[in-house]
């Protein structure tokens, strides 16, 4: 499909609370709306800053929820974080997340940010592809858990 080149990169706002729950509600085939609610009240000054939607048409169509962040598991320099991208389904493929991403990775690269991180699940394809496409390889730190 082609590339959308009508489109509008913005700082998220609270109010953008209920295009990211029906996003998220589209992919994810669930609405997860108390989720979305006490995540986006929760987020930081600077996560607020540099976390960013997408609009087609005055619409909401995509978001990048980001962090910045220091000497956090050891690791001695400002990083970023991707922590959520989603992208409505109807409008996939056409490079929006690629913008997103790229605005997202120059904002924190603005702030001295010299390592992004991010987490993936190992099923989670389209993510992987995506990341792998934006330049993105395997860490050197591995996750853990304990289920309790
Ligand atoms: C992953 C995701 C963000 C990609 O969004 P998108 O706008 O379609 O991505 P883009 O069009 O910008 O793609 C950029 C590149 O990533 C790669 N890519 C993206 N989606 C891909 C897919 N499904 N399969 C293979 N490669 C993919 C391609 O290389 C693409 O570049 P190209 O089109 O030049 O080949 C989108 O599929 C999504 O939102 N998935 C759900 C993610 C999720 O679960 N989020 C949490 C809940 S909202």
């Known amino acids: 499909m082609n590339s959308l080149e009508n489109f509008k ?3 998220l706002r609270r109010e953008d609370l209920d295009a990211i729950v029906r ?27 540099i976390s960013l939607v997408v609009e087609v048409e005055g619409s909401v169509v995509g978001f990048i929820l980001g962090d910045v962040s220091g000497w956090e598991f050891g ?6 974080w991707i922590d959520t991208i989603g992208v409505d389904p109807v409008y996939q493929k056409r490079g929006l997340a690629r913008a997103l991403a ?4 120059k904002n924190l690269k603005a702030l001295g940010v010299k390592t992004i991180y ?3 699940s190992w099923n989670d ?7 792998h496409a934006m330049g993105f390889t395997r860490g050197d730190m591995i996750n ?3 289920k309790i």
């Open 9 to 11: 990169i913005r700082t």
């Open 23 to 49: 996003i998220d509600e589209k992919v994810l085939g669930e609405n997860r709306k108390d989720y979305w609610k006490k995540k986006l009240e929760l987020m930081n000054d600077r996560s607020s800053q």
């Open 75 to 80: 690791v001695p320099e400002t990083i970023g």
């Open 102 to 105: 790229h605005e997202l990775i």
């Open 118 to 120: 991010t987490l993936v």
């Open 125 to 131: 394809w389209d993510l992987l592809q995506f990341f």
């Open 144 to 146: 853990l858990e304990l």
